[in-house]
């Protein structure tokens, strides 16, 4: 399961991955991470089934966490089946059937964003939390 | 039609007369209403070939349909709106917003597909208001006009939908591309292009067009598909008119001008695009029947993806010559990798195989219901045109559209201190020198004036002071080449000319400041 987490850098510079990896001894895999001087955003992904003590952990520190469901959604109705997105993506989540027809692993999505201004035809969107 | 039993008998059993093994297309019509035609795709043809041998398929296989569904930019439709009450001669008009050209009579247009919106810019262009039309939509038409006293009307603004308005025909003057080279960008940044998005350093290969399906490519020879020949246009049954713009079929690159009913066609066949950073376009359906007639027919649709070539071409270099890394087959391109100097590259196509094969399905339901007019083409296609390279579809700016039609000159018997005050009325660094004719002979800049007030020994007048040596340009000449002499001459200005050397505009350091703020340079 993947999990956005958000952090403001205000109060010192904890390592507050590192920390709640240490206080939940869940392994941590971080997918994607933007920090700045001030805020920090990490795409996260854990084992679904220590969701919620992560979850809880990272709140306590002071962030925000969002579930990421569907990190990428694909508009059947928009898509023709071109596959301009399957190059563009660095983690393979797009790929043809035996039919030419899209699939998406959206699995291996790590939410860059480079699919949704590349593909023709307006198909694909980044999914809200849940 | 009443077609002699010989004929139909002959091709109940194969290879009677090898002589002449021509099947008229009358022979196929009447199979095809008999119920006793065989119609297939082209991406079966190599196999039936294969298994019967060419005149075994040529007996067996009556039409093969093609298809191809994918970008197509030279795309738009024509308009009849109908007159309104009181008439109005429509000079320019907008659906939705985006322009359609009115220059033709009171009420007709002509929307293109890459038109772009003048409210949502790349968002939305010609291509939307097509879909947005087909699918039943009704789209707000604005029009204005000086009035005149038959067309006292001067503005319009209604809605309207296919159902309201007299004609809505799509013409498509570039068409179905024989083939298209592929694309690759070996730069360090990200490229947004009519192929696509290019990642840096060679990080993706796109490419287009359906190989195997694409209607050209089954008929390279031209001898089945041309003017008057049926065709699917966006779901439609449309027409051949002739060669499409830029047909190159020396070098493999045919195209097809086609038309059709815009108002029967279907958004499962026809859908707007937006190519990021690039602009709007049509993707498109277009399948085309091939009746096989002779052995030429059945040799031409065997063909496979394996047998289609095309050059993989570096968009990472902005001119006309953009170098080829390698080759590639369709077959390679449909593998999903390519190898590119060494390394395995991920290949993405921007038309849509699937829907290529729906396109050929489609055609080939339609063709046995009947429904598709086969015909041989009323002339053939050109054979030898094209030896030009193949024009890029980006706009390479010009220097008349940003020089500065503003002239601010002298005359060489002039004072060197009236140059001076011209100099500094009109702000300038730079006066072009002209003779009595007008005609460009030198030129001044501030410095050269500075120099002589402090030294005036070389005499009172422009001429003695003035650089003989112009470097100049012409209103035609791509900007990029004026930037470049600029640069290499490390000057700050040039006097744009005319055949006669006769000055009629200035480029400058400040017009390009137009340029790189415009919409050329991102
Ligand atoms: S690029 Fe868009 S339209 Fe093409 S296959 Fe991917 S999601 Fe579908
Ligand atoms: S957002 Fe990035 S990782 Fe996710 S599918 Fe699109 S290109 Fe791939």
Request: proline share 5%.
């Amino acid at each position: 399961m993947k999990l956005l987490v958000t952090f403001s850098r205000r109060e010192g510079r904890r390592p507050i991955i590192a920390q709640v990896v240490k206080d939940t001894g869940v392994l941590i895999n971080v997918v994607r991470a933007v920090i700045d001087s001030h805020e920090g955003e990490a795409l996260i992904d854990i084992p679904d089934d220590q969701c919620e003590i992560v979850r809880k952990r990272m709140a306590d520190l002071g962030a925000t966490v969002r579930i990421l469901e569907h990190a990428i959604i694909l508009d059947e109705e928009e898509c023709v089946d071109c596959g301009a997105c399957i190059s563009i993506c660095s983690q393979e989540v797009f790929s043809f059937d035996a039919a030419w027809k899209i699939v998406v692993n959206s699995v291996r999505c790590v939410l860059c964003g480079h699919c949704v201004t590349a593909c023709p035809h307006g198909a694909l969107t980044q999914s809200e939390e849940t | 039609m009443i077609l002699p039993t010989v004929i139909s008998e002959r091709y109940k059993y194969p290879l009677i007369d090898i002589e002449n093994m021509d099947k008229p297309i009358d022979v196929i019509h009447e199979r095809i209403r008999d119920g006793n035609a065989r119609v297939v795709t082209a991406d079966q043809m190599p196999a039936i070939v294969a298994d019967l041998g060419e005149e075994g398929a040529l007996a067996e296989v009556d039409v093969v349909t093609t298809g191809t569904f994918g970008a197509m930019c030279s795309s738009g439709a024509f308009f009849n709106f109908g007159h309104s009450d009181p008439p109005i001669r429509m000079e320019r008009i907008w659906l939705n917003d985006v322009e359609a050209y009115g220059g033709i009579a009171a009420v007709d247009a002509y929307l293109g597909a890459t038109e772009q919106s003048t409210t949502r810019g790349i968002t939305y262009g010609g291509a939307h208001v097509l879909e947005d039309l087909v699918g039943g939509k009704s789209v707000d038409l604005r029009a204005i006009s000086k009035g005149t006293d038959c067309y006292p009307r001067r503005t319009l603004t209604t809605e309207v939908s296919l159902e309201t308005i007299n004609e809505a025909v799509m013409c498509n003057p570039r068409n179905a591309y024989q083939r298209y080279n592929a694309a690759v960008n070996t730069g360090d940044r990200v490229i947004h292009t009519y192929m696509g998005t290019l990642l840096p350093n060679c990080g993706n290969v796109t490419y287009s067009g359906a190989g195997v399906l694409n209607p050209l490519s089954n008929d390279p020879e031209l001898l089945a598909i041309g003017p008057g020949v049926p065709c699917l246009l966006g779901g439609a049954v449309g027409m051949v008119v002739g060669e499409g713009t830029q047909h190159s079929p020396s070098r493999g690159f045919s195209t097809l001008m086609l038309t059709g009913n815009l108002k029967e066609m279907s958004q499962e066949y026809l859908r707007a695009a937006i190519m990021h950073g690039y602009g709007t376009t049509l993707y498109l359906g277009v399948g085309v029947p091939i009746p096989v007639t002779n052995l030429a027919a059945v040799r031409s649709t065997a063909v496979r993806d394996e047998d289609i070539t095309v050059d993989v071409v570096d968009y990472g270099i902005p001119s006309r010559g953009r170098p080829t890394l390698r080759t590639a087959t369709y077959a390679d391109l449909r593998s999903g990798v390519l190898t590119l100097k060494g390394e395995e590259v991920r290949t993405s196509s921007l038309s849509s195989f699937r829907r290529a094969h729906q396109v050929a399905d489609r055609l080939r339901d339609l063709v046995l219901q009947g429904e598709v007019p086969l015909r041989a083409p009323a002339r053939r296609l050109a054979l030898t045109r094209g030896a030009k390279p193949l024009q890029e579809t980006t706009h390479a700016p010009r220097v008349r559209e940003i020089m500065d039609r503003k002239i601010v000159a002298v005359r060489e018997d002039d004072e060197i201190k009236s140059a001076a005050a011209q100099l500094l009325k009109g702000e300038i660094n730079h006066l072009p020198v002209l003779d009595p004719e007008g005609k460009l002979v030198g030129i001044v800049t501030t410095y050269d004036i500075s120099k002589a007030v402090v030294n005036p020994a070389k005499g009172p007048l422009v001429r003695h002071i003035m650089k003989q040596r112009v470097i100049t340009t012409t209103a035609d000449e791509p900007v990029d080449i004026a930037v470049r002499k600029l640069e290499r001459y490390n000057i700050s200005a040039l006097p744009v000319i005319d055949n006669d050397r006769h000055i009629i505009g200035m480029l400058t350091a400040m017009d390009l400041g137009k340029l790189f703020g415009g919409r050329w340079l991102k």
